[in-house]
């Protein structure tokens, strides 16, 4: 059996798909379904039971859990980067993946979890996923703390030695409708076309950037998901890894490259950026995938515009009820 958490999420129930290709069912997903719609991730996938959160750690710790268990795709995590609750992401995001670690790794179980690139902060310190010196990284905000805490943690504990710890740089693609204001802007420049024809993009407030010129590296979930399974293929493979392109495109080639997905001339109107986010603003990340190439990941990644086109062709303009949803 394979564990999922995170499983009815955006990358969490992309990764289940690609698993059913591969004929894969014997799944144990795990989520806190709420209030929100991410239940419709799960009608197209197919698995062997569902769990939701509290209830999972709780047979966690009362070793309740199937013996012939084989991985663990640890991707459950409160992923809001405005969340101003540290408690809650303490709890959520470190206490439970500790004892998760602990516990799949006492029985030499595959433990692959989601860090986040959101834990080199301003980018000063570079994008290097070296693990030997993550200890210099300042995130920005509470979300990618706790992500920090953890990457700490598990080398300080050993673990790193056995495990994947994989930093996800800016993921987009089917199945984050859900998201609200964590949606990529892939999807709300889509939404503002389709209703204004015009795109609004932050203006920069640093000389070296021009107005949308700046820049992140955007990665297709469906790159992602490869990746994700190269590390539950190559179990011998372990550390902290980059999932991103590898290559920094601005937000003006990303909304250019929406109005062409949607056959449609550019009109973009930048404007004053929040206060309140100015001094937490990212101008530049891009992953160094050298240790993923390294470790003898050799696919190349869906360019920024044939993602896109993907996206919203395939996805974002088909039926309402499955809208945005990998079949």
């Known amino acids: 059996m394979i564990i999922v958490t995170g499983g009815a999420g955006f990358i969490g129930s992309a990764l289940i798909a690609a698993l059913n290709k591969r004929q894969i069912t014997d799944i144990l997903v795990v989520d806190e379904l709420g209030t929100d719609q991410k239940w419709k991730n799960l ?64 029985d030499n179980v595959r433990f692959i979890y989601a860090s986040s690139a959101a834990t080199y902060g301003d980018g000063s310190d570079g994008f290097k996923d070296d693990q030997e010196n993550i200890d210099i990284l300042r995130p920005l ?12 943690w ?40 389709s209703s204004t024809g015009i795109v609004r993009l932050f203006k920069s407030y640093k000389p070296e950037y021009a107005d949308g010129e700046q820049l992140r590296d955007f990665i297709y979930v469906k790159d992602a998901v490869e990746m994700t399974l190269f590390f539950y293929d190559n ?56 240790s993923l190439r390294k470790a003898g990941y050799d696919k190349e990644s869906t360019s920024l515009e044939d993602a896109i086109k993907d996206y919203i062709q395939n996805y974002l303009r088909k039926d309402k009820y499955l809208k945005g949803i990998i079949k």
Not at 141 to 152: E, T
């Open 154 to 193: 598990a080398r300080r504990a050993g673990l790193l030695k056995n495990i994947a710890g994989l930093k996800y740089f800016n993921v987009f693609g089917p199945n984050e409708y859900h998201k609200a204001d964590m949606r990529s802007f892939v999807v709300k420049a889509f939404e503002q076309i």
């Open 235 to 290: 179990p011998q493979i372990s550390g902290l890894f980059n999932l991103g392109t590898g290559k920094a495109r601005s937000w003006n080639d990303l909304v250019k490259a929406v109005f062409a997905a949607m056959n449609k001339k550019p009109n973009i109107e930048y404007i004053e950026m929040p206060e309140s986010i100015r001094n937490q603003y990212q101008y530049y990340t891009e992953a160094d995938t050298t």
């Open 43 to 106: 009608c197209n996938l197919s698995f062997a039971d569902y769990v939701e959160k509290d209830d999972f750690f709780e047979m966690v710790i009362a070793d309740k859990l199937n013996s012939s268990l084989e991985a663990v795709f640890h991707l459950g995590a409160c992923s809001d980067t405005t969340e101003t609750n540290a408690s809650y992401l303490i709890k959520n995001n470190y206490e439970y993946s500790k004892l998760l670690a602990q516990w799949a790794t006492a």
């Open 141 to 152: 905000n509470m979300y990618g703390y706790s992500k920090q805490l953890f990457d700490l």
